[in-house]
């Protein structure tokens, strides 16, 4: 049993490019997150699902798009990368309730340059 | 709106000594869960605990323990006999309910504690 899993967990990016990044849960959680984490300013939430093929905007989508083709995986896309996207990103799940417990994925470190 | 106040932002201290983090809260919500994460030097995010809001009792788990006061919005969190391994930046969260059943979760800004041998 993995958890949730992140790839890559490094990426260096030129402005205007573009990049998947991967999560995947076997938890078999009907609810899946992105957030970003910047310096001194916690976590934001980007997108979220709430279960397989579903999708919606969170705190901070603009730049990103999201998708849930199957219910393990949640991809979050950016189309153009932008210096401001420079941030460490984590990809949390949850069962099923709003009561239950968010897990979450080991990050990863995005630097657009 | 909801918000979560961690107004330390570093600890420092020897090993051994007892070290509470503050977390002040604000919710209109009558129902809400509050969370703390651990991110150690890693970075990874490891879930310590959840209290839903109608749950007051204190908990201890080990050297850790948590004191909820709903009277004052307050979740502290204290390390006793703390230890080096404890060094990381500690995340106090407020659930926020979204839509069909999903949860935000609204972190405070972090706390750096560091323990010094």
């Known amino acids: 049993n993995a958890g949730v899993t992140q790839t890559p967990k490094f990426r260096v990016l030129k402005t205007g490019q573009s990049m998947t990044l991967l999560c995947a849960q076997d938890?078999?959680?009907?609810?899946m997150y992105w957030y970003r984490q910047d310096p001194g300013m916690g976590l934001r939430l980007i997108h979220y699902s709430v279960g397989e093929g579903t999708t919606a905007k969170g705190e901070v989508p603009d730049g990103y798009n999201v998708s849930r083709l199957k219910k393990q995986n949640f991809l979050l896309g950016l189309e153009s990368a932008a210096p401001s996207q420079t941030s460490v990103y984590f990809c949390a799940s949850s069962y099923f309730r709003v009561t239950d417990t968010q897990y979450f994925g080991p990050g990863t470190r995005l630097t657009v340059l | 709106a909801q918000k979560v106040t961690q107004a330390q932002t570093e600890i420092s201290v020897v090993e051994k000594e007892d070290v509470t983090l503050d977390c002040v809260y604000e919710?209109?919500?009558?129902?809400?869960?509050l969370f703390w994460y651990k991110q150690p030097p890693s970075g990874e995010l490891v879930f310590l605990i959840r209290?839903?809001?109608?749950?007051?009792q204190n908990e201890i788990s080990g050297r850790y323990s948590w004191n909820f006061q709903k009277s004052t919005s307050s979740f502290n969190f204290t390390i006793t006999a703390s230890q080096v391994v404890d060094s990381a930046v500690y995340f106090c969260?407020?659930?926020?309910?979204?839509?069909?059943?999903?949860?935000?979760?609204?972190f405070g800004q972090g706390t750096r504690l560091t323990i010094n041998p």
């Open positions: 209290r839903n809001s109608f749950d007051e």
């Open positions: 969260a407020l659930s926020e309910a979204i839509r069909q059943g999903a949860q935000k979760l609204v």
């Open positions: 938890m078999n959680h009907e609810y």
């Open positions: 919710t209109r919500d009558t129902t809400y869960y």
